[in-house]
DNA sequence: GCCGTTTTCGGCCCGACTGTTTTCAGTCG
């Protein structure tokens, strides 16, 4: 099994839930079916192995599941046999499906979406956009000169790409942008909260969470700092913009007294929003952007008294008998993180680099800048893995020159002091499974990275047997970015990543969280996998450049996000055990 | 649509801001 049914599922589910939103029903029904998509994308097994599912007999198995109640059993159970969900064929009927991506635009809800196709005729982007320039939108009910201009905007910033952008991309922006808010007037503390702080791959939006006391003059002075390109809110507590950069950011402005409920707030995910409040509730309490407080809500803007616990995160988890929760694992239905947060591996404890390449072939460092690097990061350890003679288009290394390489590395080595300098490869994993060197060569080196790079569309079914061969490779030490995905570019393979990780547990070979924030490969989700098989993982930076060192951070988040601890991952062992892995991976990882 | 140490009915997290409104629905996070 691959696992891509449950996401088929899922993806039907939740494009149920938005056709409902657009015929009017019940937000709460809505927010159920969505609910019942989340369940399947997070399902670890087949929803079709559930018991009564392909037989549609018994369905209590499937409606004893956490949000799958009768509806939405029989529903999955008509999938699994017949691959097809009625009840969302007759909503298609009913509905025009350009109206999705209207429904996508800020600022369109349900109401708006509707209003404008059942007033308007309005099917598709195209017809809103003509609607406006023709003036056809004058006269409808609730729908003003202001809303008009909102909308046109709106699809003008769509027209123009505004997609979601890469961690990589909006990090940097958002400190720069944090680092301009610090410097306003009356600002004590900013924090970058929202998707970024946890740390997605891709986010949306950025939120920023600054003290200040004068809540208006910093809204005043945050919408019109340098770069702002449009207002799209303006209160006393929050204040939202449009950026050069192409991306919406959100300031929200609290006291200090109740920093730490707002943070928590505006760092989500929703989800997790939802569940802790929900939590707060059970115990007698309610919790909002202000604090927890006793007894239950009583609207806005009723004075709530004295908080049981506001100025730190820490305190409200521990109000609420949890444990203080990392960002990044603050995702999905369920509270309970699956390892204390406390073990999550950090930047700081990253002692080794196992994937960079040189001028030999694709990189812009000789081998000895790549040693400074190395000792000013404080590593005891460095790999530096050329690509092999199939990558053409990077300067792959064939044997000879692998050889000269090689021997001028341990050359290097021998005078080394402080790191220790490994002579590797980034060799080819070829589209039926070879490696791209042969065992002997492969057997001369001290580290073997195998990658894929080439034959990036083959089917699942290939794809799998082709990454296992290398990770059953005895002088495969990692399986390097091993799905060769691009974010928002290229899916890259689409193997069993249960049955990669198993194969990894069994043999030693670490799986690789490549680190560069196009790559980010392997993703959160397949990092949880690899770790519940009981799999390796190695954090490399694949840096061509100095500054790529810089994007072990983005690897970092992401394994965080799949629940890494630190002893599970091989950068940040000691010298000694690391080098004891190298020199025997499957002896190492038995006494792991 | 889902769910139940108050429940098989009546709730469902909570508050800020906008726009078109004389008191609030819609949208967002």
Redesign the pocket.
């Known amino acids: 099994m691959t696992g891509r049914p449950n996401e088929e599922a899922a993806s039907l589910f939740a494009e149920m839930a938005l056709l409902m939103e657009l015929s009017g029903a019940?937000r709460?029904?809505v927010l159920?079916?969505a609910r019942?998509a989340r369940v399947l994308e997070a399902m670890p097994t087949d929803i079709c192995d559930v018991p009564g599912a392909r037989s549609g007999e018994d369905l209590s198995a499937l409606?004893a599941l956490?949000?799958?109640?009768?509806?939405?059993?029989r529903r999955i159970a008509e999938w699994c046999r017949t691959g097809r969900i009625t009840d969302l064929e007759q909503l298609r009927e009913g509905i025009p499906p350009g109206l999705i991506a209207i429904l996508d635009l800020?600022?369109?809800?349900?109401?708006?979406?509707r209003s404008l196709w059942q007033n308007a005729g309005i099917v598709d982007l195209d017809g809103l956009e003509k609607a406006i320039a023709d003036g056809r939108l004058e006269g409808i009910?609730?729908?003003?000169?202001?809303?008009?201009e909102?909308l046109r905007q709106a699809i003008a910033e769509r027209r123009r790409g505004a997609e979601r952008m890469r961690l990589g991309r909006a990090l940097p922006i958002a400190e720069s942008i944090a680092a301009q808010v610090r410097a306003l007037d009356g600002v004590d503390r900013v924090e970058i909260a929202?998707s970024l702080r946890r740390g997605a791959e891709t986010i949306?939006?950025i939120?920023l969470l600054c003290v200040a006391e004068d809540g208006p003059a910093v809204a005043r002075a945050f919408v019109t700092l340098d770069g702002v390109s449009r207002v799209l809110?303006?209160?006393?507590?929050?204040a939202s913009v449009m950026r050069d950069e192409g991306i919406?950011v959100?300031l929200r402005i609290v006291p200090a007294r109740a920093f730490g409920a707002a943070l928590l707030y505006?760092t989500?995910s929703?989800q997790h929003?939802?569940a802790l409040?929900?939590r707060a509730?059970d115990r007698g309490m309610?919790?909002?952007?202000y604090g927890l407080f006793k007894g239950p809500?009583r609207?806005?803007?009723d004075a709530q008294g004295r908080p049981v616990a506001a100025a730190t995160e820490e305190a409200i988890y521990g109000k609420l008998d949890l444990p203080w929760i990392a960002p990044e694992l603050r995702e999905g239905e369920t509270i309970a993180p699956p390892v204390p947060s406390d073990t999550l591996v950090t930047v700081e404890d990253i002692r080794a680099d196992l994937h960079v390449h040189s001028t030999a072939s694709d990189g812009s460092m000789e081998v000895e800048e790549i040693i400074r690097l190395a000792r000013a990061r404080g590593f005891h350890s460095i790999a530096v893995t050329d690509h092999s003679r199939s990558s053409v288009q990077a300067n792959g290394l064939d044997v000879d020159r692998l050889h000269v390489h090689a021997a001028r590395i341990r050359a290097l080595a021998a005078q080394c002091r402080g790191v220790r300098l490994l002579a590797g490869s980034e060799v080819d994993i070829l589209a039926d499974g070879r490696l791209d060197y042969d065992d002997r060569t492969l057997g001369g080196l001290d580290l073997v990275v195998a990658s894929p790079h080439a034959a990036l569309r083959q089917s699942p079914d290939s794809a799998t047997a082709r990454l296992l061969c290398a990770v059953r490779h005895p002088r495969v030490h990692i399986l390097g970015h091993p799905t060769g995905r691009l974010i928002g570019r290229r899916r890259g393979l689409e193997p069993d990543i249960r049955a990669i990780a198993a194969a990894a547990a069994a043999t030693g070979t670490a799986l690789e969280v490549n680190a560069n924030s196009l790559r980010l490969d392997l993703r959160d989700a397949h990092i949880r996998i690899a770790l519940d098989a009981g799999a390796l993982i190695a954090i490399n930076t694949d840096a061509h450049a100095p500054e790529q060192f810089d994007q072990l951070r983005y690897g970092i988040l992401t394994a965080r996000r799949g629940g890494l601890p630190a002893d599970r991952c091989v950068n940040a062992w000691p010298a000694r055990r690391l080098h004891a892995w190298l020199k025997d991976k499957s002896g190492e990882a038995r006494r792991a």
């Open positions: 019940d709460f029904r159920a079916v019942v409606v956490e949000g799958i109640g009768e509806s939405s059993a800020p600022g369109v809800g349900p109401a708006l979406a009910p609730r729908l003003g000169a202001k809303t008009i909102n929202g949306g939006d939120d809110a303006e209160g006393s507590t929050r919406q959100d505006f989500g929703k929003n939802i409040r929900q509730i309610h919790l909002n952007e809500s609207g806005a803007g």
